[in-house]
């Protein structure tokens, strides 16, 4: 089993940008993929971005291509999410998630979370 510990979000205008943070202890975690995700109230939990074990395969979904950036330092153990151009719609719950194998979307493939970051767009 990997821990997760998110950080990094908070309240950000319309239009800002904010770097989420997950840092990872336990198993191996270069041999991971990495995802994430997030949840606003009322709503299922929904893929946003998933990196595979050495940052060469990345997926994002389509309501943040080109303005979310994942990456990935296996020295520091930690996987982040670069968000910019941000919208009401981005506010969320934001989660972090680690699997073994390969870059997957589905949260049900994915045995470890942390305990989520709330992101908090205004308009």
């Known amino acids: 089993q990997v821990q997760l510990v998110e950080s990094g979000g908070g309240l950000v205008q319309a239009g800002g940008s904010l770097r989420l943070s997950c840092a990872a202890s336990?198993?191996?975690?270069?041999?991971?993929?990495m995802g994430w995700f997030r949840q606003a109230p009322g709503k299922e939990r929904e893929f946003v971005a998933a990196?595979?074990?050495?940052?060469?395969?990345?997926a994002y979904a389509d309501s943040v291509k080109s303005r979310f950036t994942i990456s990935r330092d296996n020295a520091k153990n930690t996987v982040y999410l670069q968000m910019n151009s941000l919208k009401p719609e981005d506010t969320a719950v934001y989660y972090c998630a680690a699997r073994t194998l390969w870059v997957t979307t589905k949260p049900a493939d994915f045995g470890s979370w942390g305990q989520g970051t709330q992101v908090t767009v205004s308009a």
């Open positions: 336990g198993r191996t975690f270069s041999r991971d993929a």
């Open positions: 990196i595979g074990w050495n940052g060469g395969h990345t």
